[in-house]
T-cell receptor, first 115, second 115 residues
Framework: AQTVTQSQPEMSVQEAETVTLSCTYD???????LFWYKQPPSRQMILVIR??????QNATENRFSVNFQKAAKSFSLKISDSQLGDAAMYFC????????????FGKGTRLSVIA | GAGVSQTPSNKVTEKGKYVELRCDPI?????LYWYRQSLGQGPEFLIY????????DSGLPNDRFFAVRPEGSVSTLKIQRTERGDSAVYLC?????????????FGSGTRLTVV
């Protein structure tokens, strides 16, 4: 079974600084998708960024970028120029591309942004 | 609708009672998922619908949990004889047909508290 591990229960960052959240996963599949979701106190899971495993280039969305290391099964999220609005729970998630298979989530990392 | 709508936002019930949680997905999204998020955990998959049928219900913890989607749109998650361990946030998500390349759109969840 696929598993997703987030080893940092909590992280903090100064406003305008950069922070990296870690994620590792276990799978025997060669093709899959990886995601980072943000969950603010409103509880709604918001997609931050996604990566297809067959693409070597790391995904980037504005201040958010990933470091995808397929051989190491590692998928970290870097947030640059951190803003107060970035404070939230962040979840790493995995899925295989066949059909509409469900997402498998990690336990999350709570990010605090210090003004 | 414009987003995934879940009602009620919060529900408090007594142990042993029956509850229904409603999810109204994005119009046209054929895939619908239910997840359960316990305190301090990531969301855990419960059940997935493709249209009206449950394509995968392997995440339902026991036979007290049941879900329906009779017209392929709104879904209801039903919990019989509630237990204190059922207390959690129940999240619903939807995605288009063949949406393996998409992240899902989540609702804001229903926080269920069993007292």
């Amino acid at each position: 079974a696929q598993t997703v591990t987030q080893s940092q229960p909590e992280m903090s960052v100064q406003e305008a600084e950069t922070v990296t959240l870690s994620c590792t996963y276990d799978t025997s599949e060669s093709d899959y998708y990886l995601f980072w979701y943000k969950q603010p106190p409103s509880r709604q899971m918001i997609l931050v960024i996604r990566q297809e495993a067959y693409k070597q280039q790391n995904a980037t969305e504005n201040r958010f970028s990933v470091n995808f290391q397929k051989a190491a099964k590692s998928f970290s999220l870097k947030i640059s120029d951190s803003q107060l609005g970035d404070a939230a729970m962040y979840f790493c998630a995995y899925r295989v591309p066949s059909g509409n298979t469900p997402l498998v989530f990690g336990k999350g990392t709570r990010l605090s942004v210090i003004a | 609708g414009a987003g995934v709508s879940q009602t009620p936002s919060n529900k408090v019930t007594e142990k042993g009672k029956y509850v229904e949680l409603r999810c109204d997905p994005i119009s046209g999204h054929t895939a619908l998922y239910w997840y359960r998020q316990s305190l301090g955990q990531g969301p855990e998959f419960l059940i997935y619908f493709q249209g009206t049928g449950a394509a995968d219900d392997s995440g339902l913890p026991n036979d007290r949990f049941f879900a329906v989607r009779p017209e392929g749109s709104v879904s209801t998650l039903k919990i019989q004889r509630t237990e204190r361990g059922d207390s959690a946030v129940y999240l619903c998500a939807s995605s288009p047909a063949g949406g393996s390349n998409y992240g899902y759109t989540f609702g804001s969840g229903t926080r269920l508290t069993v007292v």
